[in-house]
């Protein structure tokens, strides 16, 4: 199985943040078990990486590895979407 890279960027400690951690985090267990990484960044505390890596938005995933790397802003409370936006609905079947 592929390994899975992928870095999400916040701001704070909110609801959508929260969601947007948990519908990630579930979608890697369900698909990717333990084929995954996951790094949380959050901006408000790290504003120099998010000006590094030009994160306008937030949430923001950055799948880095597969390649292509793949950007997902803004709401990511559909897990469906986000399943097929990253490209894991192959990963499941």
């Known amino acids: 199985m592929k390994k899975y890279v992928?870095?999400?960027?916040i701001s704070g400690?909110?609801?959508i943040n929260e969601k947007a951690i948990n519908n990630l985090k579930s979608i890697c267990n369900t698909y990717l078990k333990d084929a995954y990484e996951l790094t949380i960044i959050d901006i408000d505390k790290r504003p120099d990486i998010?000006?590094?890596v030009k994160i306008v938005a937030v949430p923001t995933l950055?799948?880095?590895?597969p390649k292509p790397v793949q950007k997902f802003i803004g709401d990511i409370s559909d897990k469906t979407d986000l399943q097929i936006e990253l490209g894991l609905e192959a990963?499941?079947?």
């Open 13 to 15: 400690d909110d609801i």
């Open 50 to 52: 998010a000006e590094n």
């Open 6 to 9: 992928f870095k999400l960027y």
């Open 91 to 93: 990963v499941s079947s």
């Open 62 to 65: 950055i799948k880095e590895l």
